[in-house]
T-cell receptor
Framework: ETGVTQSPTHLIKTRGQQVTLRCSSQ?????VSWYQQALGQGPQFIFQ???????GRGNFPPRFSGLQFPNYSSELNVNALELDDSALYLC????????????FGEGSRLTVL | AQSVAQPEDQVNVAEGNPLTVKCTYS??????LFWYVQYPNRGLQFLLK??????LVKGSYGFEAEFNKSQTSFHLKKPSALVSDSALYFC?????????????FGSGTRLLVRP
């Protein structure tokens, strides 16, 4: 069983740039969620994708956007980066229609200078 | 609105002693409750969950948690702590009436087990 994988693991950007983070879901899972974890805080829900459509969104501005592909992998895009976007971005997969837990990847640590 | 509170930033316990990490929650419908553990610079690992049924749930690495509906609590426990249990622990809740799989996380509790 393949777990959730994310890339890149670390990256540094400057304010105003754009970034794309990638996630491959666990085998058999069809739902992908993205979370932002700022230093010293718990993860905050950004959004979730199911059947290639956004299915739930947290309190994040439109410059945070995403995609889900037919193979259930996903991308998180952030435009016009701000210093406060520096965080660990976590991808999690699950199987729709279950009450099961989320399976998280190791995360992508973004630093905005 | 959904929320999770972890009142302790840090819990210190000696190896071999029992440990408890506290969590209280607030949701509109029935809660689905979870505990995750995070090691430095790593993602979150699932420990255990409560969906329905027995109020005492057992999970990975000898951890267990007790669901208390009247106190809206879901405290994490372990009878005998190990130094390797030292990590950051997060409680999370999902509202059963929420069609998304959104988890609301607490702020985390750092567990330090001293030898």
């Amino acid at each position: 069983e393949t777990g959730v994988t994310q890339s890149p693991t670390h990256l540094i950007k400057t304010r105003g740039q754009q970034v794309t983070l990638r996630c491959s879901s666990q085998s058999g899972h069809n739902t992908v969620s993205w979370y932002q974890q700022a230093l010293g805080q718990g993860p905050q829900f950004i959004f979730q994708y199911y059947r290639e459509e956004e299915n739930g969104r947290g309190n994040f501005p439109p410059r945070f956007s995403g995609l889900q592909f037919p193979n259930y992998s996903s991308e998180l895009n952030v435009n016009a980066l701000e210093l406060d976007d520096s965080a660990l971005y976590l991808c999690a997969s699950s199987l729709a229609g279950t009450t099961g837990e989320l399976f998280f990847g190791e995360g992508s640590r973004l630093t905005v200078l | 609105a959904q929320s999770v509170a972890q009142p302790e930033d840090q819990v210190n316990v000696a190896e071999g002693n029992p440990l408890t990490v506290k969590c209280t929650y607030s949701v509109s419908g029935n809660p689905y409750l979870f505990w995750y553990v995070q090691y430095p610079n790593r993602g979150l690992q699932f420990l255990l969950k409560y969906i329905t049924g027995d109020n005492l749930v057992k999970g990975s690495y000898g951890f267990e948690a007790e669901f208390n509906k009247s106190q809206t609590s879901f405290h994490l426990k372990k009878p005998s702590a190990l130094v390797s249990d030292s990590a950051l622990y997060f409680c999370a809740v999902r509202d059963s009436v929420d069609s998304s799989y959104k988890l609301i996380f607490g702020s985390g509790t750092r567990l330090l087990v001293r030898p």
